[in-house]
């Protein structure tokens, strides 16, 4: 792989297992000593800032938070040259982006320096990779070995359920999209599916997509960057709750999974999140031992002292 990590799969087969490994209770020992990360959010963030920066600390460096507005992506300067100014100080520059291709750009300008510092995303619009790896260390403490099972999620093509199936497609665990018309995968998205390795199938009804599913998953019916279209996104939306009546109909060992922030009575129940199939607060709390792994695993695969 490329020394960045833009899109999960990029990680492949044994890039996975290896962040897996580094997330784990052995520890990745403190990589970062004497050393700083650059973490910068273009929208806002509770989970991934905070998992991050606790992250960064366990493996001995310091992180250097900052909001998009202090440094003026493509306003104050491009974001190729914000990138540069944080490749002189950073071992590692981690972004949370509105369009992917920011990130792209960002990591394309490190390169193009021969500087060996590399990109994490921390969400965009297309994928939400450290997301998938709190939720693959979720999943295999309920399940165990993933490679057969099923994973139900209720909601839109997006960042979130893109990695999911990029995650799906490393470990060999099948994907069920339930979506209402219009918001389900493109052709192309199939395409990108199937290339990765990826078992995807798609429902209009969330009762067909739940019923021999291992896992339900969903998430907020309208991501940052959406709010224009939220009114329509409600109405299209309206059948597609994860409610105590859709989880009846899933088997009764399938555990309930959302990323966060959850709007309750939206995409979900109030009881279904906080009921007890839910392992919402396992996923949060794996987000920083992901944070760990995925930052120890770049800073193995490439990115050089400073
Ligand atoms: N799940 C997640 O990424 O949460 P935040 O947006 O709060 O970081
Ligand atoms: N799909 C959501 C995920 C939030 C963590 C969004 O992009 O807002």
Same mark, same amino acid.
């Given at each position: 792989?490329?020394?960045?990590?833009?899109?999960?799969?990029?990680?492949?087969?044994?890039?996975?297992?290896?962040?897996?490994?580094?997330?784990?209770?052995?520890?990745?020992?403190?990589?970062?000593?004497?050393?700083?990360?650059?973490?910068?959010?273009?929208?806002?963030?509770?989970?991934?800032?905070?998992?991050?920066?606790?992250?960064?600390?366990?493996?001995?460096?310091?992180?250097?938070?900052?909001?998009?507005?202090?440094?003026?992506?493509?306003?104050?300067?491009?974001?190729?040259?914000?990138?540069?100014?944080?490749?002189?100080?950073?071992?590692?520059?981690?972004?949370? #982006?509105?369009?992917?291709? *920011? =990130?792209?750009?960002?990591? +394309?300008? !490190?390169?193009? %320096?021969? $500087? &060996?510092?590399?990109?994490?995303?921390?969400?965009?619009?297309?994928?939400?990779?450290?997301?998938? #790896?709190?939720?693959?260390? *979720? =999943?295999?403490?309920?399940? +165990?070995? !993933?490679?057969? %099972?099923? $994973? &139900?999620?209720?909601?839109?093509?997006?960042?979130?359920?893109?990695?999911?199936?990029?995650?799906?497609?490393?470990?060999?665990?099948?994907?069920?999209?339930?979506?209402?018309?219009?918001?389900?995968?493109?052709? &192309?998205?199939?395409?990108?599916?199937?290339?990765?390795?990826?078992?995807?199938?798609?429902?209009?009804?969330?009762?067909?997509?739940?019923?021999?599913?291992?896992?339900?998953?969903?998430?907020?019916?309208?991501?940052?960057?959406?709010?224009?279209?939220?009114?329509?996104?409600?109405?299209?939306?309206?059948?597609?709750?994860?409610?105590?009546?859709?989880?009846?109909?899933?088997?009764?060992?399938?555990?309930?999974?959302?990323?966060?922030?959850?709007?309750?009575?939206?995409?979900?129940?109030?009881?279904?999140?906080?009921?007890?199939?839910?392992?919402?607060?396992?996923?949060?709390?794996?987000?920083?031992?992901?944070?760990?792994?995925?930052?120890?695993?770049?800073?193995?695969?490439?990115?050089?002292?400073?």
């Amino acid at each position: 792989m490329s020394r960045h990590l833009l899109c999960l799969e990029d990680l492949g087969e044994q890039g996975l297992a290896r962040v897996l490994q580094l997330a784990g209770p052995s520890g990745a020992g403190r990589p970062l000593s004497g050393s700083s990360v650059a973490l910068l959010f273009e929208h806002p963030s509770a989970r991934t800032r905070n998992a991050f920066e606790a992250a960064v600390f366990q493996l001995g460096g310091h992180p250097v938070t900052i909001r998009a507005e202090e440094v003026g992506i493509d306003a104050r300067e491009t974001a190729e040259d914000v990138a540069r100014t944080l490749a002189c100080y950073h071992r590692l520059v981690c972004a949370r #982006v509105v369009a992917h291709s *920011t =990130l792209e750009r960002m990591a +394309g300008a !490190l390169d193009a %320096a021969g $500087l &060996a510092v590399p990109v994490l995303n921390l969400l965009s619009n297309k994928e939400h990779p450290s997301q998938a #790896v709190a939720d693959l260390l *979720t =999943l295999q403490a309920h399940l +165990g070995e !993933l490679k057969g %099972a099923t $994973l &139900a999620y209720v909601g839109d093509a997006n960042n979130v359920s893109r990695s999911l199936v990029a995650a799906g497609a490393l470990v060999g665990m099948r994907v069920n999209l339930a979506s209402p018309p219009g918001y389900a995968m493109s052709e &192309a998205e199939l395409t990108w599916a199937s290339g990765i390795g990826g078992e995807v199938h798609l429902f209009e009804d969330p009762a067909e997509a739940v019923r021999e599913a291992d896992a339900l998953y969903t998430d907020v019916w309208v991501s940052m960057g959406q709010t224009a279209e939220k009114a329509a996104r409600q109405r299209a939306f309206s059948g597609y709750r994860l409610d105590e009546d859709l989880v009846s109909k899933a088997p009764a060992h399938a555990i309930v999974m959302h990323c966060l922030p959850a709007h309750r009575g939206e995409e979900i129940s109030a009881g279904v999140l906080d009921g007890p199939r839910s392992v919402v607060w396992e996923q949060a709390a794996n987000r920083m031992h992901a944070a760990r792994g995925l930052l120890a695993y770049l800073l193995e695969e490439g990115g050089a002292a400073q």
